[in-house]
């Protein structure tokens, strides 16, 4: 467990929040809160209003609660995310590299989506899905998803083959912006087309 994970831990309910965005977690880090800031409050701002028995056992029940939050946190804290394949996403992967090698744009495609429902922490499947897309001249998509990447814990080793995809796709919509109109043109003709279809 890394030293800043465990930190979480001095809160009841942050490492279930904060490291899985729980929102039970949530609610147990807020109602703690609440029953610290009414500690506070007791002991050195309504100190006229409330006995001091009355504080006593508000500082003990926040006590506790902390204690128990906090060894029950100990026994089930979050392990961080693993980014591994295993063997069906590896092949997977390995399919897709190849049909993306050979264009076969939407084989390749397939495979990726197969593989980002499976493992969605897959930092190279989505860098191969952002490439394949803006090889496609799907540069909205693309962009959208090689941010989306970066931003991610998954992007972190990626960042420089991010950076360089975003890159390429601002420099084609900057030489060629006339095209980029054209295809966004074409695609909304295709979606109304394909609504009225329907």
């Known amino acids: 467990m890394s030293f800043l994970r465990s930190l979480t831990l001095l809160w009841p309910g942050l490492p279930w929040a904060w490291l899985r965005g729980s929102w039970a977690g949530l609610i147990l880090a807020t109602a703690f809160a609440i029953c610290l800031n009414l500690c506070i409050m007791t002991a050195w701002i309504w100190t006229d209003f409330i006995e001091l028995e009355m504080t006593f056992g508000i500082w003990a029940a926040t006590a506790i609660i902390w204690t128990v939050s906090t060894v029950s946190a100990m026994s089930t ?16 992967f390995i399919d897709a590299r190849d049909a993306y090698l050979a264009r076969d744009w939407l084989r390749a495609e397939t495979k990726l989506q197969t593989i980002l429902n499976l493992s969605p922490t ?4 989505q860098l191969l899905l952002g490439t394949l897309l ?16 970066a931003r991610s814990d998954a992007g972190k080793l990626w960042a420089h083959a991010i950076d360089r995809e975003l890159l390429l796709i601002t420099q084609k919509n900057q030489a060629h912006p006339e095209e980029t109109d054209h295809d966004l043109a074409e695609a909304s003709h295709l979606g109304a087309n394909h609504q009225k279809a329907a």
Request: net charge positive.
């Open 134 to 149: 803006r090889r496609v001249s799907r540069f909205q998509e693309a962009r959208k998803a090689l941010e989306r990447l």
């Open 122 to 125: 897959d930092g190279e499947a």
């Open 77 to 92: 804290f979050p392990q961080p995310l693993m980014n591994y394949r295993d063997d069906v996403t590896e092949k997977l």
